[in-house]
């Protein structure tokens, strides 16, 4: 349904990577750094551009939810409860 390749690891970003309070480029380093240490193709998509009816779709997909915020006044987890 969302389209992503079944052969490769994913990791999800759940913010706009445009926000710097949620830290994309930290989010960048840690894919890259997992994709070398791990010897993996490994991919990090961003909820920003996706329609919000496929957005549990791709948390539920996703291998990994990866936030990197510099700081948090709420549970993302909260949304899909």
Same mark, same amino acid.
């Not at 999800?12 to 309070?21: H, I, N, Q, R, W």
């Not at 994309?24 to 961003?46: F, T």
């Given at each position: 349904?969302?389209?992503?390749?079944p052969?490769?690891?994913? #990791?999800?970003?759940p913010? $706009?990577? *445009?926000?710097?309070?949620? &830290?994309?480029?930290?989010?960048?380093? #840690? #894919? !890259? *750094? $997992?994709?070398? !240490?791990?010897?993996?193709? %490994?991919e +990090?998509?961003?909820?920003? &551009?996706?329609? @919000? !009816? %496929?957005?549990?779709f791709?948390? &539920? $997909? $996703?291998? #990994? +939810?990866?936030?990197?915020?510099?700081? !948090?006044? @709420?549970?993302i987890?909260? &949304?899909? %409860?």
């Amino acid at each position: 349904m969302i389209g992503w390749d079944p052969t490769k690891s994913h #990791v999800l970003f759940p913010y $706009a990577p *445009s926000l710097s309070k949620k &830290n994309y480029p930290l989010a960048q380093q #840690v #894919v !890259e *750094s $997992a994709n070398i !240490e791990l010897k993996r193709e %490994i991919e +990090l998509h961003s909820e920003c &551009n996706e329609p @919000h !009816e %496929i957005i549990p779709f791709c948390r &539920n $997909a $996703a291998d #990994v +939810l990866l936030m990197t915020s510099k700081r !948090e006044v @709420h549970s993302i987890l909260s &949304n899909n %409860i």
